[in-house]
């Protein structure tokens, strides 16, 4: 599968250079309106290839997007030390409104894989602005959140992460929910496993890791000024995920008619993604609190993106 990278940044690079790695990709076309960033991230990425693939990895034009099954919109600002994703959206909706007029004439059937902040509120207007099937306009979400959360939970347990079948929910920014109830580690419920592996999930740990999670770009900015390599991963995967038609169950962001009482929004839950895109919404089970803080994250992006003159 051919695939576009619109915005060579620190994100859209890491993603070409996952990629490329994974041989994900038959050919992989780096855009940017700094095309000598472009071109040199794509030589850069190619001289990769050798080790691992044999992925052909240029920089191009918009209409060098011909052809591609994915496109994967990483454009805009991101987010200097201090500042929230959502602070972001008037500048980041401007430069998507300029993106798509070039994109979409080029390739109207290509699945938009979205990455920049805030990525559910860029989810929601991408879609509206398209006016692609919502299942073909797919926004990263919490994709990253939830590696973070399997990550931290893994280390507390003594387990590989890819052993951790949890997920966190809703937006991808500081209202997200870590969906403790319905976490398994293999097939075990969470807090049982703790029990039996003498690492309970006490109060303080659960609360020391929903930190790191929620606050872990932060603790990234300032430490080293933006995050890339664990969302180039992550777009990795769902773009392996649709090439192989592979049904994952991934949380990312789609608009979806309703969660947790809120109607027409964009945020993550686990959803079955292949080669069509999201096939089918998971709505895992909640307690109350969980319910009521996804809710709230909810209406917090309705009430954003439905704020954004289109
Ligand atoms: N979804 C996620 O989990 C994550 C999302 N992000 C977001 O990804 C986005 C990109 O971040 P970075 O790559 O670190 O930023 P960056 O500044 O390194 O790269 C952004 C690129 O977009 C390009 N660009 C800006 N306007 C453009 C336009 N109109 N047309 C074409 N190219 C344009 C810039 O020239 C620049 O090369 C940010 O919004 C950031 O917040 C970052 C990390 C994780
Ligand atoms: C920057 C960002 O969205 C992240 O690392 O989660």
Do not use: C
Not at 91 to 104: D, G, S, T
Not at 285 to 309: C, G, Q, T, V
Request: overall charge negative; cysteine-free.
């Amino acid at each position: 599968m051919k695939v576009g990278i619109v915005g060579a940044g620190m994100v859209g690079s890491s993603a070409g250079y996952a990629l490329a790695l994974m041989g994900l990709a038959s050919e992989i076309v780096l855009i940017d309106r700094n095309e000598a960033l472009a071109i040199a991230q794509a030589e850069d990425i190619a001289h990769a290839v050798p080790f691992m693939s044999s992925t052909v990895v240029n920089a191009g034009q918009y209409r060098d997007l011909e052809g591609a099954g994915v496109v994967i919109l990483a454009a805009g600002v991101s987010q200097k030390p201090g500042e929230t994703r959502l602070e972001l959206l008037e500048r980041n909706a401007a430069v998507f409104r300029a993106v798509l007029a070039e994109v979409l004439p080029v390739v109207p059937d290509a699945i938009l894989l979205i990455a920049s902040n805030p990525v559910d509120i860029m989810t929601q207007i991408t879609t509206r602005l398209s006016g692609i099937d919502p299942r073909r306009v797919i926004g990263s979400g919490t994709i990253l959140d939830t590696a973070r959360f399997r990550s931290l939970v893994g280390r507390h347990l003594g387990i590989s992460p890819q052993s951790v079948h949890a997920y966190v929910l809703g937006e991808h920014g500081d209202s997200e929910v870590l969906a403790w109830t319905s976490a398994r580690a293999g097939s075990v419920p969470l807090s049982s496993f703790a029990a039996q592996v003498g690492s309970p999930l006490t109060a303080d740990v659960r609360a020391q890791i929903d930190d790191g999670v929620r606050n872990a770009a932060y603790k990234i900015i300032n430490g080293k000024g933006s995050t890339y390599y664990g969302i180039g991963a992550g777009l990795a995967r769902i773009v392996k995920a649709i090439a192989r038609d592979q049904r994952d169950v991934l949380s990312v962001s789609i608009s979806t008619p309703e969660v947790a009482g809120v109607s027409d929004v964009a945020l993550s839950i686990p959803r079955v993604v292949g080669a069509e895109g999201v096939l089918t919404d998971l709505f895992p089970d909640f307690d109350d609190e969980e319910y009521a803080a996804l809710n709230r994250s909810a209406s917090l992006l309705k009430e954003r993106a439905d704020a954004i003159p289109l």
